[in-house]
């Protein structure tokens, strides 16, 4: 590609709905151009629990993009949540198609549908699949077939699935909001891939992406998702602690985590104190910062307690790459160091580089407009059509385009390996 190529990435978070538009150039260039967060309504610990307010949401976010751009998203690229995934190791094995016995992309496509059908989760779908390795007749270890000749092709690969409920409901709301689906990923694998380094990656090394309502870890070795979970605690969980145990009100906890929050105490802060408002009465408690950062540990340690007793129920013993935390919790002052101490192992904290994205929060994102990039490069089947057009002269209304929703889609795509694996569960919103 010499031309830098647009994508638009819409991340569905429990606390906010995140729409990123990216310039990319190569893997390891992504110019961010476009960013739109929205206080997300209608999720709830990745789960959709009301449509109409999560399609408010999007269109929200969205809409804050587009004015950034000053055009109009059409097409986006999905991350979804870890909620009821599962990873699953399969195999696939095709004979080679022609006389001349030379692999062709049909016979890539073939052989990586033929591991797709090996999904054992009769109420999950194939949401994204990934070749660990080809085997062309006795020869393996081939990372790209296409051009040898061969008589047998096999494929290792692993599979990536979601809840058919989960799928169909984040979809439904997609389209609701008047986009087009270019290819759904899930964020834990696209953000390891993005936030991890390749020694990280081949090493063995878990992600743990705290966000409001959930913390997703994931685990990379070989530079392979093994392992993906999520725990149903998050930042908002520290929110309420705060709130119940100082007896303030939620949004005065939410501004305390925010200024004050702490997960760690050195010896300078511990005689620091704070004065804040009680509920119900006309009262200013004053209490030290070293209890803050006490009621702040109890909770962080019974999420790390939980990750641990994940890891140790999914057989992950050793961690030799550490840790490295990403999502909105991972803000918090301290956190790197009360973590290091508490999985007694090496912990980093991995935030977005690019201009105007300097967040952990937007890891998510920002890491499937790079993984959509790589794959594309690799099958090329992205569509030509920009996911962005120009806003029509005196419109001002970033939501007209959206106002008339469930339009048939006319024009056929590509038949590709990744169209095809998106097709399967395309058909839960027809």
Not at 76 to 99: E, H, T
Not at 320 to 334: E, K, Q, S, W, Y
Not at 389 to 409: F, L, S, V
């Amino acid at each position: 590609m010499n031309q830098p190529e647009l994508y638009v990435a819409l991340d569905l978070g429990s606390n906010s709905v995140k729409c990123v538009i990216g310039e990319v150039a190569d893997e390891n260039t992504i110019h961010v151009i476009g960013v739109g967060v929205e206080n997300s309504s209608g999720i709830n610990k990745g789960n959709i629990v009301n449509i109409d307010a999560t399609v408010a949401s999007i269109k929200r976010a969205v809409a804050k993009a587009e004015r950034m751009m000053g055009m109009t998203v059409n097409k986006v690229i999905l991350g979804i949540p870890a909620n009821q995934s599962s990873i699953q190791d399969v195999k696939g094995v095709v004979a080679v198609n022609g006389d001349s016995r030379e692999i062709s992309d049909d016979d890539l496509d073939r052989v990586l549908e033929s591991a797709a059908t090996m999904l054992n989760s009769p109420d999950h779908e194939v949401v994204n699949q990934i070749p660990k390795k080809f085997t062309v007749d006795n020869l393996t270890d081939i990372k790209d077939p296409r051009g040898m000749l061969g008589i047998r092709l096999e494929v290792d690969s692993t599979l990536i699935s979601s809840s058919k409920t989960v799928l169909h409901n984040i979809l439904r709301c997609v389209e609701r909001a008047g986009l087009d689906v270019q290819q759904i990923y899930l964020k834990a694998m696209t953000s390891g891939n993005f936030a991890l380094t390749d020694d990280e990656k081949s090493r063995g090394t878990m992600l743990l992406d705290m966000g409001a309502e959930s913390t997703t870890l994931s685990v990379f070795k070989e530079d392979i998702l093994t392992n993906v979970a999520m725990i149903p605690l998050g930042g908002d969980n520290l929110v309420k602690d705060l709130s119940g145990v100082l007896k303030i009100d939620t949004s005065q906890a939410r501004e305390l985590l925010y200024d004050y929050g702490r997960a760690y105490c050195d010896e300078k802060m511990i005689k620091e104190g704070l004065t804040v408002p009680v509920v119900g009465i006309d009262f200013k408690e004053q209490f030290a910062l070293s209890y803050i950062v006490d009621i702040l540990q109890d909770r962080l340690s019974e999420i790390f307690n939980l990750v641990l007793d994940e890891l140790y129920n999914q057989g992950v013993e050793d961690l030799p790459g550490g840790i490295v935390l990403t999502g909105g919790v991972a803000n918090l002052d301290g956190i790197q160091k009360f973590a290091n101490e508490h999985f007694n192992s090496r912990v980093r904290i991995a935030s977005p580089t690019q201009m105007g994205a300097r967040n952990p929060e937007l890891t998510g994102a920002i890491g499937v407009i790079q993984y959509a990039f790589v794959e594309g490069m690799f099958y090329g089947e992205f569509s030509d059509e920009a996911p962005l057009e120009p806003i029509q002269q005196g419109n001002n209304n970033y939501n007209d385009k959206r106002t008339k929703m469930d339009q048939d889609q006319s024009e056929e795509p590509k038949q590709g390996v990744m169209v095809k694996l998106k097709d399967m569960f395309n058909r839960f919103i027809d």
